[in-house]
């Protein structure tokens, strides 16, 4: 079963204007990463927050996490049309060895 | 340095037929997980293989099985196909926890079944 939602389940955008998708998850957690997927394509891994931490950035990428409401984050600035795919965050729970539980994704659309 | 690698990438089955999907990991990987990500959704684990055991499961029936081998490569299987069973499968790598571990996943592209 997924762990959570994902909010909103698609977005679309103009290029230029920054992207932000949310993530709300169930149980507690080690930590969360935000992962992207071309169409029908493997994920790529974009970014790791642990659950010490409240926010993270990767260059374009900003994360943030909040565990006391059990949620996250991804802002993605300037975005780019290369930007399209679909993000999903994924959870790894506190005790269990790297099985990521992953959210229903949000698919994100950059206009050019 | 290759990365996650995994056959076929598409094939076409019949329901009540078997199936064998292969991953080779990550160069200096030693964990193999697979995922089953059906059309519209998030990947969904399936099991978790190290040192040649399966080491967790996921929700999934008897029907899925697999099997690590000593150089690390994996094999899932699913016999008595379904039309439910159709999907992407991925398989991820990743090194043991530790200092060199940053607790994130390696994708493979996929292998994407179609059960008629």
């Known amino acids: 079963s997924q762990q959570g939602e994902e909010d909103p389940q698609a977005l679309s955008i103009q290029e230029g204007e920054n992207a932000t998708m949310n993530c709300s998850y169930k149980t507690s957690i080690n930590n969360l990463q935000w992962y992207r997927q071309n169409s029908g394509r493997g994920l790529v891994h974009l970014i790791l927050i642990r659950s010490n931490e409240r926010e993270k950035h990767s260059g374009r990428l900003r994360v943030t996490l909040d565990t006391s409401k059990k949620s996250s984050s991804l802002l993605i600035t300037a975005s780019r049309a290369a930007d399209t795919a679909s993000y999903f965050c994924a959870t790894v729970a506190s005790g269990s060895a790297r099985q990521l539980t992953f959210g229903s994704g949000t698919q994100l659309t950059v206009l050019p | 340095d290759a990365g996650v690698t995994q056959s076929p990438t598409h094939l076409i089955k019949t329901r009540g037929q078997q199936v064998t999907l292969r991953c080779s990991p990550k160069?200096?990987?030693?964990?193999v997980s697979w995922y089953q990500q059906a059309l519209g959704q998030g990947p969904q684990f399936i099991f978790q293989y190290y040192e040649e055991e399966e080491r967790q499961r996921g929700n999934f029936p008897d029907r899925f099985s697999g099997h690590q081998f000593p150089n690390y490569s994996s094999e899932l299987n699913v016999n008595a196909l379904l039309l439910g069973d159709s999907a992407l499968y991925l398989c991820?790598?990743?090194?043991?926890?530790?200092?060199?571990?940053?607790?994130?996943?390696?994708f493979g592209e996929g292998s994407r079944l179609t059960v008629l």
């Open positions: 991820a790598s990743s090194p043991l926890p530790g200092l060199a571990s940053t607790g994130e996943l390696f």
């Open positions: 160069s200096g990987h030693d964990t």
